[in-house]
């Protein structure tokens, strides 16, 4: 029993194991800001668009409509729109329509941020690399000051746009003389 307990133990000491339960909590309050966001912004949008709310985009398969007498809080009716049935079977547009917007912008917004992770990583190998090359050039491999990579420098402007700029200036300065 010790034996399971220790191999329990290490396994949940792991660092990608912890990663991993951090990243389903996130990945879980995301997913409820997401689904805020397109039911409370989006869904309501795209309702006025289509001059409706997506919740009444079905389609039937089947029906049984009772009068709202015959409908007792015992009974399996349904109220939709206004109209109780006995058996409903329907097609939500409306929420599969919900579905493909939520499954965009997270696709979106995953797709942003491993863009960024990579552009970071990119930079940081850029780093490492110039370090060693840097500790390979030096003797012993001791440690080297990286200097950041030199800005470039500016375009050099033609003659024709330095006469136009001194034309201007000179302009400028004789307004100010006369005022």
Known sequence: MKKIFKEFKEFISRGSVVDLAVGVIIGSAFTAIVNA??????????????????????????TTKVSPDQANPGDKAVLFNGVYYDKLAYIDWGAFIGAV????LIAAILF???????????????????IKE??????GGAPVDIEP?????????NETVLLLEEIRD??????????
Not at 112 to 124: E, G, H, M, P, Q
Not at 149 to 157: F, H, I, L, Q, T
């Open 101 to 104: 917007i939520n499954f965009l």
């Open 170 to 179: 000179l302009l400028k300065q004789k307004d100010k003389n006369e005022n």
């Open 134 to 139: 840097k500790r390979a050039g030096s003797e």
């Open 112 to 130: 942003t941020i491993v863009k960024i992770l990579n552009s970071i990583r990119a930079k940081a190998k850029n780093v490492e690399e110039r």
């Open 37 to 62: 966001l397109v039911n409370s912004i989006f869904m309501p949008l795209i309702g006025a668009f289509t001059g409706g709310n997506l919740d009444n985009i079905v389609t039937f398969l089947w």
């Open 149 to 157: 990579e030199p800005e470039p420098e500016p375009e050099k402007k």
